[in-house]
């Protein structure tokens, strides 16, 4: 027995030793035992311990380093924590055939009665096909079990942890998610294992962003950021994430592990803040930031249509003597109706920031034209600079703008702002109220503007001026030209309002009358022009010249309530018979309201003066439309009488409106009369009165001189 023990024991034992008793000179079994915490053991076959290496005492205990010499057996030599356990490593014993071996961990209490884990290595000994014994090897696993125990301690920690875990591998396959993610994100783990984070996808970020976040990782960088993810329910939620790489022995990434914390609460209250921070308390004008956001959108919206958008700089001067004089409360209390005053000039879609103490900013979203951009910043203008009352103080401050338009000015917000501020810069050096920054544009717009101001200060000086241009005519004689002013046949002339400009010369109506419509000026200056006309009419009555003085009235004096009777009240004052004014109406204006201008018409009629219809045959006419107003006068316009001789279709044209004044009753004066032949045609073709450079230019004397040879 001893012997077949002895050879299978050398044969299964010595070459194992001699690879782990890697320094030992010596291969010897006794060498072999003092090394590590290896326990070597030795049995019979019937269990009876016949050797046990040294070390023994320090593993298993005091009794056993002499459990060969007190005849223990193999069971005896573990004190189990439960007694089952080694009831079932005998069962082992038995059951392994004869030369194979098996392995166990058996808990066990040590020799100081702490918990001790020990890894059971067993070889049955064969020996010519029976168990010839057992040999074991024993080993102290404690530690091993600690660390399990450790990483199951850690995985229930990972897995209560309230930061949300997702472990994914290299292809970003889902392995392993905790608790915290199937709270955030409504995925139990078992419908996300086996997905791509891309589950939670809330379409918030760009390609290129997770484009990046991948780069990064897959270089063996951690990347923290922000996401936002989608609930499975459909509620998008942010994260504050960290992705970091896990790497294999040999550095070869093999698993990603996210962290991430919901920050989405965190968000709102940013958000809220900064919501605060994007308008200014007082005058609850937007920040600037905010401008520049919203600008963008709108900027964008102006090139794709096609329109204008505007950035006005405006700056408010007066605040400082207002504060000093008056104290911060009213000064704040000025800006505060600054500010809304600035608001109730501008459209839902406009917007007000607040740039500085005293400076605004304003993005006018669409404008039509450069003329109305000019008119929207007068009036924003104007608006800021009349008197406020505050507390019983009237206090007033001025406005200076400074305007750049987009896309004509400028291709981005930063370049329109910079410009909109050098334009402000120019307004306040040059002391104009308002100033444009584009060159071409400003040439002109400035211009409009000065001329604006210039009106408003000329009107009030009554610099203005009545032209007359005669009107001859051709019923009662051959005789054109001077001639015919000196025969007498001049029937009327035509009062046409001019503006001597101080420096700038005589100004023609094309370019302020338009101007004094837009100002709402012109309904005085027509009051004006009939004013002077009647008391010119008077004039020449007294030199012998009874002839109408024609004068134009605007489409906006037509619905002056009171124009009648100021006219009543006119030919009252300066004794004219009625007749002696007439009227000019444009087509254009009385078709706009065929019914309206059928009534006042009427009143001017009743009032006793002549109704001319001017411009005739340029707007939309409809001759049927003529039977409604009392016309005494169709004028033809210039146009027409430019075709004589040119086009024949327009010459019958001619024909037939002449013989369709004649059939109610109005006679017809053809304007701008050039030629000789373009007289011969009209006066063939049965025109009453002609007017024209041929006649006679407009002039401040043109009434008067002919007037001075009647009376001769
Ligand atoms: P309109 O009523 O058609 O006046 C006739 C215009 O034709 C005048 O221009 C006159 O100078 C011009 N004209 C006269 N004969 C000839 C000619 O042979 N050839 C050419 N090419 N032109 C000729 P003006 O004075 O520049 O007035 C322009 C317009 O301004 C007037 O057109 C009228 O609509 C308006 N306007 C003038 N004065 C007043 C005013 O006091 N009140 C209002 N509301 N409008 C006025
Ligand atoms: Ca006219
Ligand atoms: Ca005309």
């Not at 012998?544 to 009252?572: I, P, Q, T």
Request: charged residues 25%.
């Amino acid at each position: 027995e001893h012997l077949g023990l002895a050879a299978s024991l050398r044969a299964a034992v010595v070459p194992r030793f001699r690879a782990t008793a890697r320094e030992s000179e010596t291969h010897s079994f006794g060498a072999a035992q003092l090394h590590g915490g290896t326990v070597l053991c030795l049995a019979n076959a019937r269990g009876i311990v016949l050797h046990i290496s040294p070390n023994a005492k320090k593993v298993l205990g005091d009794a056993c380093e002499r459990a060969a010499e007190f005849g223990l057996t193999l069971g005896a030599l573990f004190q189990p924590d439960d007694p089952t356990d080694v009831d079932q490593l005998i069962e082992r014993y038995i059951r392994t055939p004869p030369g194979e071996d098996f392995s166990t961990d058996l808990l066990t209490r040590g020799a100081t009665g702490g918990a001790r884990w020990l890894e059971i290595h067993c070889r049955n000994l064969q020996h010519e096909n029976a168990v010839a014994g057992y040999l074991l090897e024993i080993r102290d696993v404690s530690a091993r079990h600690v660390d399990d125990q450790q990483r199951a301690l850690m995985s229930a920690g990972l897995e209560y942890l309230a930061e949300s875990v997702i472990v994914t591998n290299l292809a970003g396959t889902i392995k392993y998610v905790n608790r915290a993610f199937e709270q955030q994100t409504g995925y139990p783990a078992s419908e996300a294992i086996g997905h791509t984070p891309a589950l939670l996808k809330s379409g918030r970020h760009l390609p290129e962003f997770f484009e990046r976040l991948w780069r990064t990782i897959s270089e063996a960088h951690s990347w923290r950021g922000e996401l936002c993810n989608r609930h499975k329910n459909g509620a998008l939620y942010y994260e504050d994430v960290l992705i970091t790489p896990i790497c294999d022995a040999q550095g070869v990434i093999s698993h990603f592990v996210s962290c991430s914390r919901d920050i989405t609460d965190q968000k709102r209250t940013e958000s809220q803040v900064e919501e605060r921070a994007y308008y200014d308390a007082l005058t609850g004008a937007a920040s600037a930031r905010l401008i520049k956001e919203r600008a963008r959108p709108i900027l964008a919206l102006a090139r794709r249509h096609g329109h204008t958008a505007a950035l006005l700089h405006v700056e408010i001067d007066g605040l400082e003597t207002i504060s000093e004089t008056h104290g911060d409360v009213v000064a704040d209390e000025v800006l505060r109706r600054v500010a809304e005053r600035l608001r109730q000039s501008l459209r839902e879609s406009d917007i007000l920031a607040r740039f500085s103490p005293d400076e605004f900013l304003v993005l006018l979203s669409e404008v039509a034209e450069e003329d109305s951009t000019a008119r929207v910043v007068r009036r924003l203008r104007d608006s800021v600079c009349k008197q406020f009352t505050i507390q019983e103080h009237t206090v007033s401050v001025r406005a200076t703008i400074g305007v750049a338009l987009y896309p004509q000015d400028a291709t981005t917000y930063d370049e329109l702002t910079e410009y909109a501020h050098l334009a402000l810069a120019r307004a306040r050096t040059a002391h104009h109220g308002v100033e444009f920054y584009r060159r071409g544009l400003t040439d002109l717009t400035n211009e409009r503007l000065t001329l604006e101001d210039d009106l408003r200060w000329a009107w009030e000086r009554k610099q203005f001026v009545l032209h007359y241009q005669p009107i001859v005519d051709l019923t009662s004689g051959d005789m054109i030209g001077a001639e015919a002013l000196a025969r007498g046949h001049m029937i009327g002339v035509e009062a046409l309002a001019r503006w001597p400009h101080l420096e700038r010369g005589i100004i023609e109506p094309a370019q302020f009358i338009p101007l004094a419509e837009r100002t709402g000026r012109i309904v005085a200056l027509d009051r004006w022009a009939i004013a002077t006309a009647a008391r010119q009419a008077a004039a020449w009555s007294a030199k012998g010249w009874s002839g109408w003085v024609s004068v134009n009235l605007s489409a906006r004096s037509l619905h002056d309530s009171d124009l009648a009777g100021y006219l009543l009240s006119c030919m009252r004052q300066y004794e004219i018979e009625p007749g002696r004014i007439v009227l000019e109406i444009t087509e254009s204006a009385a078709m706009r309201d065929v019914e309206v201008t059928a009534r006042i018409l009427h009143q001017l009629k009743d009032a006793g003066v002549l109704i001319a219809l001017d411009d005739f045959g340029m707007g939309h006419s409809s001759l049927a439309h003529l039977k409604y107003f009392p016309v005494d006068i169709l004028k033809l316009d210039q146009s027409f009488v430019r075709d004589i001789g040119v086009d024949p279709k327009f010459e019958q044209l001619i024909d037939v409106i002449i013989t369709l004044a004649h059939r109610i009753g109005a006679r017809i004066v053809a304007e701008g009369v050039e030629t000789e032949p373009q007289l011969n045609w009209l006066r063939a073709a049965g025109c009453d009165y002609v007017q024209g450079y041929l006649i006679g230019r407009p002039g401040p004397s043109v009434g008067i001189r002919p007037l001075e040879r009647l009376s001769s």
